[in-house]
């Protein structure tokens, strides 16, 4: 017996079989019920969420040989006489033609098809069908050229355009869209697609964890032939009932219990397990990307957990990790993590060390600053060198002198002691050449600029390189320098910044921001700004930054 892949063995035959697009169903059942049927439909919406099977069943409904029997719903097709099998199985038929518009997209496919859209359908009873795939992959010429048929459109000849990106169409053919019907497809959510899976595994018979089909409905996104898919391969790859692991080894997925450790290392607060966790991702053959994304899937779900919500669709050994590791974190870090998340997510995406940026994310997260209200360090202060009262000063902090009055908070830096007994002068010279040399085999430019740069002086966080010919050498520092304070962060596993000062040093100030008339324009230095303009102006805030290395947040 030949195996017919399970996403074609499933795919819905009639309108009432569509999952989670009820609105779709009901407008195109009812079209057909009415003899309403519009000359041109556009269907819209994810890959893998019915947008082709509609169309086809569409086909069907209009040339069912069975149409208006008693025993077929009014609107839909029987889906077992000869036409609508044949229209279904996408074989060769005289009246429905599919066509694929990533691969048909010139002007010759078009003139072709207007030609053959003025042949009527083969049989009175008949309607022509034309299912055109990605049509947003048609060009202009082309769609001009259906916009003529459009406008004059031939009796019982039918367009449904389907697409994943309708803003393109609208870009490219924007007159088209006035003169179709438009039907939106929703994305499935994860439970839709698992309990379609649940329905699959019971009628073909087969033992599945249930966590086995959670774990794929999330990994499918949406997709529901996707989902299919993904189910075919998991038995495809063993023998015997479907497990969680067994899913995970055929579709590569990272195994919760990873996440559950990271998060708790995090939660410790243990830097220094980073990069031998790190090295085993690496050894175990994990893709960083797929990493990252689960990570983010996780402290989404921590999220929603800690506002009180519900996580849904998710595995029984991801919820229990989430309410295990909860307690340590607020909702503030966890905002903060996912927004780290997005900045490690687009190094990924652009850079080609996607190791150097999960090691400094995790850092990052194993360092995370706790976020505490401006208020709260005033009144913890109140006994200070400011010598008010706590609550006057917490009151009048926020309405005082700051270049702009908003912010009124701050964060606590106690990453300051990991950086202190790792960050020295030393110690950052010691490391120099390495540093440089391990970079000058992906970035051999920016390790040669380096070249011309020396250390000086260590400030708390602040590494000061003098830099030699500053005119040539400064512009293409200061454009790298995220990636030299990722590289040293990461050498020093705390977070580093730079600060470029030009040799010959008086008569051009410092590339930092508070000294002089060249400034770093960045958001950091900005917030800088602002941080020494409250402490100028409130020597409670003064005496708080000094003791604990404030840094302002917006
Ligand atoms: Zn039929």
């Known amino acids: 017996m030949t195996h017919t892949a399970l996403a074609r063995k499933y795919r819905p035959t009639r309108f009432g079989d569509l999952i989670a697009q009820e609105h779709v169903a009901a407008g195109l059942r009812g079209a057909v019920a009415k003899q309403r049927v519009a000359h041109a439909y556009l269907l819209t919406g994810p890959r893998g969420v019915g947008k082709t099977s509609a169309a086809r069943i569409l086909a069907m409904a209009l040339n069912c040989e069975r149409r208006g029997a008693p025993e077929v719903p009014d609107g839909e097709p029987c889906a077992a006489c000869d036409s609508c099998r044949r229209i279904w199985a996408g074989s060769a038929n005289l009246d429905v033609v599919e066509i694929d518009a990533a691969s048909n997209r010139g002007v010759d496919d078009a003139r072709d098809l207007r030609e053959r859209a003025m042949y009527a359908a083969s049989g009175p009873e008949r309607h022509k069908v034309y299912i055109i795939d990605e049509a947003h992959m048609l060009t202009r010429e082309a769609w001009n050229a259906l916009l003529k048929i459009l406008e004059e459109p031939p009796p019982r000849v039918v367009f449904v355009f389907a697409t994943t990106e309708p803003q393109k169409i609208a870009n490219t053919a924007a007159p088209v869209l006035s003169r179709v019907q438009r039907f939106d497809f929703r994305r499935l959510g994860p439970q839709l697609i698992a309990d379609r899976l649940r329905q699959v595994v019971a009628a073909e018979g087969v033992a599945a964890e249930d966590d086995a089909l959670v774990l794929i409905a999330r990994v499918a996104a949406g997709g529901m032939r996707d989902a299919l898919s993904l189910l075919d391969q998991a038995l495809a790859f063993g023998e015997g009932a479907v497990t969680a692991a067994r899913v995970r080894d055929a579709l ?3 195994a919760d219990e990873l996440y559950a450790e990271v998060l708790e290392a995090i939660a410790q607060r243990r830097p220094e397990t980073v990069f031998p966790f790190v090295a085993r991702l690496v050894e175990g053959g994990a893709d960083f990307a797929e990493f990252v994304n689960g990570l983010g899937e996780v402290l989404r779900l921590l999220a929603i957990r800690m506002l009180g919500g519900e996580p849904q669709g998710i595995t029984d050994a991801l919820r229990q990790v989430v309410e295990r590791v909860a307690p340590a974190f607020s909702a503030g870090d966890v905002l903060r993590m996912l927004h780290l998340l997005q900045e490690a997510e687009t190094a990924i995406r652009r850079n080609a060390n996607a190791r150097l940026a999960v090691e400094t ?32 000063a917490a009151e009048r902090a926020p309405s005082r002198g700051a ?10 830096r106690d990453s300051g002691a990991v950086a202190g007994a790792a960050l020295s002068l030393d110690a950052v010279r010691q490391r120099w050449d390495g540093l440089c040399a391990s970079l000058a085999e992906r970035r051999p430019m920016l390790a040669a600029a380096l070249g011309h740069a020396q250390v000086s002086e260590v400030r708390g966080r602040d590494v000061v390189l003098v830099v030699h010919d500053t005119d040539v050498h400064l512009p293409g520092l200061e454009k790298n320098r995220q990636e030299i304070e990722t590289a040293m962060s990461a050498a020093f596993a705390a977070p580093v910044r730079v600060v470029f000062r030009p040799a010959g040093g008086d008569r051009s100030p410092e590339r930092e921001g508070g ?9 950091q230095s900005e917030r800088d700004q602002r941080l020494r303009a409250y402490r100028a102006k409130d020597q409670a805030l003064d005496a708080a930054a000094e003791a604990l290395d404030l840094e302002l947040l917006d």
Request: glycine share 14%; aromatic share 2%.
């Open 403 to 412: 270049p702009d009055a908003t912010p009124a908070r701050a964060v606590l």
């Open 252 to 254: 590569g997925l990272i």
């Open 515 to 523: 000294g002089g008339s060249v400034r770093r324009l960045d958001q």
């Open 361 to 392: 994310l995790l850092l990052r997260y194993a360092l995370l600053d706790r976020t505490v209200e401006l208020g709260q360090v005033l009144a913890a202060l109140g006994t200070g060198p400011g010598a008010e009262p706590a609550g006057a």
